[in-house]
């Protein structure tokens, strides 16, 4: 893909994540995430504070899609290193 506005660039594509539609998904309120998350309630206020998970705003409201909370979780899954043998010299 070109750009037109500049002859040469190439445009970065994004890849598309599959999505459920908005209402076919389930969505939790912030006590609900916290419960889950094994958390405070101010937890899940500071990610959205930080813009770190995707969320949904409705007036006052703060609602989090269920795939939100799997990109979240699974983003941030830390999984353990092997430990290496260690090789032993002959004296």
Do not use: C, Q
Request: hydrophobic share 40%; net charge positive.
């Amino acid at each position: 893909m070109t750009n037109l506005a500049h002859p040469g660039r190439r445009l970065a594509v994004v890849p598309s994540t599959a999505r459920p539609a908005p209402l076919e998904e389930t969505y939790m309120d912030v006590k609900a995430l916290a419960k889950l998350l094994g958390t405070t309630e101010r937890f899940p206020r500071r990610l959205v504070a930080e813009r770190r998970i995707r969320y949904l705003k409705a007036g006052t409201h703060v609602r989090f899609p269920a795939s939100a909370v799997e990109e979240f979780l699974a983003t941030n899954t830390v999984e353990p290193i092997r430990p290496r043998r260690r090789m032993r010299r002959a004296a």
